[in-house]
Every structure is written in structure tokens, then in C-alpha cells.
């Protein structure tokens, strides 16, 4: 088995950089083929939760007369979402299966990493203080992300269209280099620009001057078939079709209030209290609901920006006050 089946299965999922820290993180899936199945749900846990330590939460003692890092037997459900310093623990744990957890131990669950790292300097464990974190996607380490990802899939040129007036700004290689809210570099520009739309049929990367613009806000997502933690959607949420709760898609990030709906064919769409900065498709959306993690669900498509309802609504009160001067506001991409 190549080194790249870490991360070339996310090129095949979506070009639209998904959350690929999140398909990696299910390496033993890879494996699926040679293990037997309570063996792969032991390998897939130990992959994924070995790796983590909650990082800010309050260390034990050292002097706790039972060894703080004693190994622990998983609850089957995840109650990590309500405590201090949520870690990646809950980004993981959302996307493996009931059966799995019931398998699982957690040496380093109630450990920070700098309590971690105190247990390896006792054990004289130098390599493992020495090394640096892991960012960006695993296992590939500290790269150019743009010349990385174009050893495995083609150029596409296209155009940098400012989205408040259609101008053109510049040329890239590539739609897929970039996601929703990141700063594109665009040259001869000095002053910041920020991707809010994307055509993947042209090719054109629509971009907006202020990293608060409206075009980067939105308060609607559907997400796929949910990935339930208990196996089956709460039973409030089965029951009304509709279910008040917390979500988020990047790690650390505050939880925002929202409410789900469910769908027949177990996809959600999700409202949130107030609009979210730079969602993206092939993100995942984890939910919660008090101090539980309940599960997620890989964002499919997007409700209209904050711009585009303001344009919409400027237009309908033009149209109700009389004709304008012709002169409005450039298209608008696809939502």
C-alpha cells in the first residue's frame, strides 16, 4: 500500500478541498480488507484517538497516587463537546461508528499534551519532545500546497472576478487551489481579496475586498446522510423533524446555535442563529447538543450569501419604489 492512499482518496472525493484532515484521519479504512472487523473498529479508534490529548484542559497531578494515564475504557457515547479546551478528539470522533466506541480505550483522554510530553520527559522520551506539531494534511508534512496538489490533478486556468462588479482581477491555475474565505494572492494586488464563490464549469474564482464581506457569510447548509454517534438521530429530532442544537466545522472554533431539519433521506439541512463566516462544501459539519458530540454530516451545498439577500432585497425595493438608472450591481455567481 502506497504512502499517498493517506490523502489521494480526498483529491477523489471532491476537488473542493474538503476537510482533509478528517479523511485521513480514517486511515484504517485503508486496512479494512485485511482485518477482521473487531480488530479494524480497535485500529481505527487507536489511529485516530492515540494521535489526540484534550489540550487545554486541567492537568492531573503528577502526585495522583493512581497513575493519571491509566488506560480507560470509552463511553459508548462522546461526552468531550461541553468540556474546557475541546481538541480535535470530537473532529474524529464524530465519524466513527457505535459499534467502534464500544471497542475502544482511551490512554490519553483526560490528558493535555503538556502533560503528555511531562510523562515523556520522565521516561527520558527525548525524540518525542523534540518533535515539532503536525499541520496542514497529515502525513505529507510542510509543503507548497498549491504545487503539492498539482502533482495530482491538472491545471485548470481561470479568472479572479471581483463578485461586486464582475471585474476580472487576475488569473489562477487552478479553482480547486482555493476554499471559501481563504486570502487569494492575486498578482499585481496589494490589498487583500478573499474567495466567496466558486465556478468549478468555468473555472472562475469570484473574490471580494474585506475579509467581513457579506458574500463571505451564510446562515443555510445541507449536509449528507448524518453520520449518527448513537447509530439513529435523536429521538426529539425523529419526532418533530426539527431540532434546536450547536454546530461547527473548523477545529476550535466557538459552537454556533442552529436548528436542524431532517430529511426523508437522512441528509439535514442546518439554519444557523446567526450567519457563519466562510462555510464550505466538503467540510464537515459536527453537531452537539449540550456536552454531547451526536455526529456530522459532510456539507453538500450552501444556502445564498448575506450579499446575495441584500442585493435581492435592494432589487425588490427598487422594483417597488420605480426604475432605476441601469446601473446596478454586477451578476451574480451561482449560490
Known amino acids: ?23 485521513c484521519a480514517r486511515l484504517g479504512e485503508l486496512l479494512r480488507p485485511e482485518l477482521p472487523t473487531a480488530a479494524h473498529a480497535s485500529l481505527e479508534l487507536d489511529l485516530v484517538f492515540l494521535k489526540y490529548s484534550q489540550e487545554q484542559m486541567q492537568s492531573p497531578r503528577v502526585t495522583t497516587p493512581e497513575p493519571p494515564w491509566k488506560t480507560r475504557k470509552s463511553f459508548s457515547r462522546s461526552t468531550l463537546g461541553g468540556q474546557k479546551g475541546f481538541s480535535e478528539i470530537d473532529l474524529k470522533l464524530e465519524m466513527v461508528s457505535q459499534d467502534a466506541l ?22 527520558r522520551l527525548h525524540h518525542v519532545l523534540q518533535k ?39 488569473t489562477h491555475k487552478g479553482w480547486f487551489l482555493y476554499t471559501l474565505g ?33 458574500a463571505l457569510y451564510r446562515d443555510l447548509l445541507r449536509t449528507s446522510r448524518v453520520h449518527w454517534i448513537a447509530e439513529e438521530p435523536p429521538a426529539a ?12 466545522f473548523r477545529h476550535q472554533m466557538a459552537l454556533v446555535p442552529c436548528v436542524l431539519t431532517l430529511n426523508q433521506d437522512g441528509t439535514v439541512w442546518v439554519t444557523a442563529v446567526k450567519a457563519v463566516r466562510a462555510l464550505a462544501p466538503g467540510q464537515f459539519a459536527v453537531f452537539y447538543k449540550g456536552d454531547e458530540c451526536l455526529g456530522s454530516g459532510k456539507i453538500l451545498r450552501l444556502g445564498p450569501s448575506a450579499y446575495v439577500l441584500q ?12 426604475p432605476s438608472d ?8 451561482t449560490p
Open 311 to 322: 442585493k435581492g432585497k435592494s432589487r425588490s425595493r427598487a422594483a417597488t419604489e420605480g
Open 237 to 248: 429530532l425523529v419526532r418533530d423533524k426539527m431540532m434546536e442544537c450547536h454546530f461547527r
Open 182 to 214: 481563504q486570502r487569494a494572492k492575486i498578482s499585481g494586488l496589494r490589498e487583500p481579496w478573499y474567495v466567496v464563490e466558486k465556478d468549478g464549469t468555468k473555472g472562475d474564482v469570484f473574490v471580494a475586498p474585506r475579509t467581513d464581506h457579506p
Open 102 to 123: 464500544r471497542r475502544t480505550l482511551f490512554p490519553l483522554g483526560g490528558l493535555t499534551k503538556d502533560f503528555v510530553k511531562k510523562i515523556a520527559a520522565e521516561n
Open 326 to 333: 441601469g446601473n446596478g450591481p454586477g451578476r451574480d455567481p
Open 1 to 23: 500500500m502506497p504512502w499517498t492512499s493517506v490523502f489521494e482518496g480526498g483529491w477523489t472525493v471532491s476537488a473542493d478541498r474538503p476537510a482533509q484532515g478528517l479523511v
Open 132 to 170: 515539532k506539531e503536525s499541520m496542514g494534511i497529515c502525513f505529507v508534512g510542510k509543503r507548497n500546497f498549491e504545487n503539492f496538489i498539482l502533482q495530482y490533478l491538472q491545471p485548470r486556468p481561470g479568472k479572479f472576478i471581483s463578485i461586486e462588479d464582475s471585474t476580472v482581477l487576475g
